[in-house]
Nanobody
Framework: QVQLVESGGGLAQPGGSLRLSCAASGFTFSNYAMSWARQVPGEGLEWVSGIDSDGSDRYFADSVKGRFTISRDNAKNTLYLQMNNLRPEDTALYYC??????????????????????WGQGTQVTVSS
């Protein structure tokens, strides 16, 4: 069965960095786009970043553009999110998600959470001094 297991969360100071990983199994990882999303208690799920199945295109929410980088290693079935210059407002539970498609979004459109059919259990990121 499909499994997505996130790791790498923790406590970071403002301006600091963390690297999240998502180990995938139970499906052909290289065939699907993947994304990261985050959620603060009491708020809705926010899409953060996505990467196409072959890694050719990467997408970022405006709130993290220039600070976060997404990558994948299809040989290791692993998705990554490098988070730099962290801010207190980045505090959230971070999830990785498997898309039903090979691309994160069609040209000229926005990524849709509805395109994702499997989610991990999440890893907590807390940014505080």
């Amino acid at each position: 069965q499909v499994q997505l297991v996130e790791s790498g969360g923790g406590l970071a100071q403002p301006g600091g960095s963390l690297r999240l990983s998502c180990a995938a199994s139970g499906f052909t990882f290289s065939n699907y786009a993947m994304s990261w999303a985050r959620q603060v208690p009491g708020e809705g799920l926010e899409w953060v970043s996505g990467i196409d199945s072959d890694g050719s295109d990467r997408y970022f929410a405006d709130s993290v553009k220039g600070r976060f980088t997404i990558s994948r290693d299809n040989a290791k079935n692993t998705l990554y999110l490098q988070m730099n210059n962290l801010r207190p407002e980045d505090t959230a539970l971070y999830y990785c998600a498997k898309s039903t498609r090979t691309v994160v979004a069609d040209t000229g459109t926005h990524p849709r959470l509805a395109d994702y059919d499997y989610w991990g259990q999440g890893t907590q990121v807390t940014v505080s001094s």
